[in-house]
């Protein structure tokens, strides 16, 4: 289904760039704004989810009724308390690689300011479309988990190919993975979201199970990702 | 063979539906059921029969190499399996009915998006249509594709290993585009140009949504239309499909009275589907359709008509320009991809592009740099060699429908290149000259223009693909040419009814202010019915004159166009500096600082008149960048400001090498030093890998940037042949860091070369863990790695 992307969070933007509250001139502020309206103006979000049984096992969590099953610890933590999740995969299509693509070899700084613009904007989609499987599943009086993709702590990138497969959305929205398991479109996500009879209290901190969690200068500058 | 006079043949619905009904969708390979459950395939296919179609597809949708990777299921047992069940369907129901192969999309994106080469797409169609013919289907449908350039591949494939008739079907999205963003004017255009049998579109929406596109798909093809609609939209939680069958057959049948000929059912459709739709069409005839006679080319996601003056842009082409041959010889495609898109910017709609260059392997270079421009930019292109390999190397890869320049009256020439534009379906140019040479009259001319039309069409090429060039002379070598050129381009036009090309700017040759010339010619020309300048569009004199030509022939309605882009124009103001617009500091200094381009080039030039190239490099260009990479580390400035910055730098770099080329002196002598780039095999997101090269190219180094997903050993070869000291490698994910550690491995075992490496997965100490000698954290970083490594 289309997902409609009205604005992005230019403070977010920024953040994905390195933003570290340096003024930032007139020009490049009017700059920052045409690459935002230019964006909105490019992507088509497009979204499929579905929703499933899941079966735990020694080795993960199997996704009931398919060969898909999901490795590691880290995703039978997140799941602890689910007996179902929501499957989802969300891209904002190719157009917009092509045109980070041609602003990268035209205008490099204009290429950099919308590939941050379309990082933004595929968030702002897969937010949404959380929020609204959130609303569909607490009218059943559940509630849903965060969400969790392919390469987040243990779980391995590998299984986005079957991941994908399992939603077909190489016809559904147009979202491939490569032989090494990147996702085309570049600007997409998908993600594994628990269904729990009840309420997640103890709120995991999403850095804990990064692997750039070393690394990462938002987390030390305290603005990590996921705020 | 397939489609009969006046009458509709149906086609089946839709199998995954049905596989779903009886449960049998859970496999990860549907197709598999053909070996497991061939009974019900079997079954399955007779419903549709019975239900009234005429063609069926075989249940091999997504059989081919890639998706059955990793089962135990080959491509040929599937097919075979498959259409022996489709065969056991027509021998017990109807003698009649035919069989197709159903080919989808191979389910990987391809290059530049994805990581699939047209090579590899290519194979995979071929083991597919070649097990289909063996196992003896009546014809290939290729469906569902989004993407032009894998369905191409998939075409040619067909019709260079199988002697069936094909099927080319595309699914589009409410906005009339694929999901490539392919609209419907370029399928039908590239697709017809490619010999298939019937052009359609499928799945995707429900008959509602895509009567309105089939409508303009038959505006843009001669060849009979397929429709395939799915059973309306499904719903997105529960996947069921909206409309009824009595519904999808009352609104399918309209798209007879659009003139399509085969019909059937896409997603959510079913035996049920299919008898109403037989029902809704009995005794119903297709609208005979009128022929269509449009002189059109395309790129994957621009149509350009040429119903009226449409600009060619000249300037990729090293003819008598230095600045190009010296980016040609040292394979900076980067040049060349900001001179395309520096020309579309300025009005160009078509670019014509010539790689001919003593020396350098034409045909691999052509197709090389026609990747490369599609990769960035959306417009058509226009393929200037006289050299037949150089031309089907650049079309078979083209996304699209080209333009070749050129043909000449020769019968050889014509006999060789005609049959290369009409197998990969282009345009073409052909110039008014032949073994005779260039004939003196305009009526000569014609003679010749005519005989090209002919030939093109016993060829099978049409009139509206041929377009005439009636030789633009230079006018202070053969003045009353001139005329004589202009009264071709109008008799062309008037008595054969073609479109006409002219190259013009060679009017002006050996003359001062060439410019007054061209535009003069340029406006005589249009007043005569040129319809294709081939100009410099980056002169404003001569866009300038088409946009004005354009109001006075009423090609712009209302004046809109000139308007909206010459109001603008004067609007411009020059450039100043933010926060100092009334005295700025015009220095190079304050224009890298502040990543202003125009000023810094400016300040170059004015600098050039006193001070030594290498100077201003060493004095200027490249400390000033480096207080900005400190700046930049200090967070007082932010990366796009970085980058501003570099971008300024390297206006007055081009400056530098305008000079210097200019004066013949060589322009490897302003580098510091060779540096490889590469993003590691199997990454295709190479943002960081660019950013780092904008900021060293700028700090006085030669990068030799190799791209993304590059093979180790290509890496390796360009290290050894440029004798590079310096390598950079960039992997953003865990999944590749494992191809960066393989690539410096093979590096270390074949050379001295220091390794730099980065990525947003990678740490300091893993980076030296897999044999790096250096962790760049970010571009600044990069820059002081290379100044370490260079001033050792």
Not at chain 2, 341 to 364: C, F, K
Request: aromatic share 4%; with cysteine; proline share 4%.
């Amino acid at each position: 289904m289309n997902i409609s992307v009205e604005s992005l969070d230019e403070r977010e933007i920024l953040r994905n760039m390195g933003y570290r509250g340096s003024e930032i001139p007139s020009d490049l502020e009017s700059l920052i704004q045409q690459c935002i309206r230019q964006t909105l103006e490019t992507i088509q979000p497009r979204a499929v989810f579905r929703r499933f049984s899941i079966e735990k096992d020694i080795d993960g969590i199997r996704i009931s009724g398919t060969d898909l099953i999901f490795p590691g610890a880290s995703i039978q933590k997140h799941l602890e308390t689910s007996g179902e999740v929501w499957l989802f995969a969300v891209t904002v299509g190719q157009a917009t690689d092509k045109l980070i693509r041609t602003a990268l070899s035209e205008k490099p700084e204009e290429g950099i300011i919308l590939d941050s613009c379309a990082a933004i904007a595929v968030e702002t989609a897969a937010d949404k479309i959380q929020e609204m499987l959130r609303e569909t599943v607490e009218r059943e009086g559940k509630f849903i988990t965060s969400r969790f993709s392919p390469g987040y702590g243990d779980l391995p990138l590998s299984v986005q190919r079957d991941f994908l497969t399992l939603l077909d959305t190489s016809r559904k929205i147009g979202l491939t993975v490569t032989d090494r398991f990147l996702m085309v479109p570049s600007k997409s996500v998908s993600a594994i979201i628990g269904i729990s009879p009840t309420e997640i209290k103890t709120k995991q901190n999403p850095c804990d199970g990064c692997i750039l969690r070393t690394t990462c200068e938002l987390r030390k500058a305290g603005t990590p990702c996921w705020k | 063979m397939l489609e009969m006079k006046n009458k509709i043949t149906i086609l089946d619905g839709a199998f995954g539906t049905m596989l779903q009904q009886k449960g049998l969708l859970t496999a990860t390979v549907p197709e598999a059921n053909n070996l497991t459950h061939p009974e019900i395939i079997t079954e399955i296919h007779r419903e549709y029969i019975r239900s009234g179609a005429e063609i069926i597809y075989a249940s091999t949708f997504g059989v081919n190499r890639y998706k059955l990777e990793g089962t135990s299921y080959s491509v040929s047992q599937l097919m075979e399996a498959a259409v022996k069940n489709a065969r056991m369907a027509r021998d017990a129901e109807n003698p009649l009915v035919k069989i197709a192969l159903d080919c989808g999309p191979i389910g990987k994106m391809m290059k530049p998006n994805g990581d699939m080469s047209f090579d590899e797409a290519y194979q995979i169609f071929e083991e597919i249509v070649t097990a289909g013919e063996q196992a003896g289907v009546d014809l290939i449908v290729f469906e569902t594709f989004t993407d032009l350039a894998e369905i191409k591949a998939g075409i040619l494939a067909a019709k260079e290993h199988t002697d069936l008739p094909i099927f080319a079907s595309m699914s589009f999205e409410a906005n009339g585009r694929t999901f490539a963003g392919v609209p419907i004017s370029a399928a039908a255009l590239t697709l017809s140009g490619l010999g298939v049998s019937a052009v359609g579109i499928n799945c995707s929406l429900g008959p509602e949504q895509i009567l309105p596109l089939a409508a303009e798909l038959a505006k843009w093809t001669n060849l009979p239309i397929l429709i395939k609609p799915n059973a309306g939209l499904p719903d997105p939680e529960t996947d069921q499909y909206e409309i009824t069958p009595a519904e999808f057959a009352e609104i399918t049948a309209r798209f007879a009275d659009l003139g399509a000929v085969f019909i059937g059912g896409c997603c959510g459709t079913t035996p049920q589907y299919i008898s109403a739709l037989r029902e809704r069409l009995s005794g119903k005839h297709p609208l005979e359709r009128q022929t269509v006679h449009r002189s059109a080319i395309c790129s994957a996601e621009q149509t350009v008509e040429m119903n009226e003056v449409r600009i060619v842009g000249e300037r990729i082409n090293p003819t008598g320009k230095k600045r190009f041959k010296t980016a040609l010889a040292e394979h900076d495609i980067a040049y060349i991809l900001t001179q395309a898109l520096e020309q579309t910017a300025a009005g160009a709609e078509i670019l014509d592009v010539n790689v001919g260059l003593p020396g350098l392997d034409e045909a691999a270079v052509m197709a090389e740099v026609v990747e490369a421009i599609q990769s960035v930019s959306n417009a058509p292109l226009q393929i200037d060699s006289g050299d037949p390999k150089t031309i089907e190397a650049a079309l078979r890869i083209y996304n699209g429908k080209a333009l070749v320049n050129s043909v000449n009256g020769e019968d050889r020439n014509l006999e060789t290149l005609l049959p290369i534009v009409r197998k990969y379906g282009a345009a073409v140019i052909g110039l008014t000259l032949d073994e005779n040479g260039l004939p003196q009259t305009a009526e000569e001319r014609v003679r010749i223009a005519e005989k090209i039309i002919r030939k093109a069409e016993e060829y099978g090429i049409p009139k509206e693909d041929v377009i005439i060039d009636c030789l633009t002379l230079t006018v202070s070598a053969q003045q009353e040419q001139a005329m004589e050129t202009l009264k071709a381009v109008r008799m062309v036009k008037d008595r054969l009814g073609v479109k006409t090309v002219l190259g013009v700017s060679n009017i002006s040759f050996g003359l001062p202010d060439r410019e007054t010339i061209n535009a003069a010619f340029l406006t005589l020309a249009l007043g005569q019915g040129l319809d294709l300048p081939i100009i410099n569009p980056n002169v404003r004199t001569m866009t300038g004159a088409v946009d004005a030509f354009k109001v006075l022939a009423g090609q712009d309605k209302n004046s809109e166009r000139f308007i909206s882009i010459h109001n603008q124009m004067q609007g411009e103001k020059p450039v100043v500096p933010a926060g100092s617009s009334v005295s700025p500091d015009s220095s190079l200094e304050y224009a890298i600082a502040n990543g202003l381009r125009q000023i810094a080039a400016e300040a170059t030039v004015r600098l050039l008149q006193t001070t030594e190239p290498a100077e201003i490099i060493d004095q200027i260009l490249i400390p000033t960048l480096e207080k900005v990479g400190t700046r930049f580390e200090k967070g007082e400035i932010f990366l796009p400001q970085l980058i501003q910055s570099a971008g300024a730098a390297q206006a007055g770099f081009e400056e530098i090498r305008k000079m210097m080329t200019r004066s013949s002196q060589s322009g490897a002598n302003l580098s510091k030093g060779k540096i490889v780039l590469a993003t590691v095999r199997g990454d295709i997101h190479d943002i960081g890998k660019n950013i780092v090269k904008v900021v060293l190219e700028n700090s006085g180094y030669q990068i030799i940037d190799l791209g993304k997903d590059v093979p180790i050993e290509v890496v390796r070869q360009a290290v050894l042949r440029e004798n590079v000291k310096l390598v950079g490698l960039s992997a953003l994910m865990t999944t590749t860091v494992k191809s960066m550690a393989e690539t410096i491995r093979d590096l270390k075992s074949h050379s001295e070369c220091r390794i730099m490496v980065g990525g947003a997965v990678l740490t300091k100490d893993y980076a030296l863990s897999i044999g790096a000698d250096y962790f760049a954290k970010d571009a600044k970083a990069a820059m002081d790695i290379a100044k370490k490594v260079f001033e050792e």
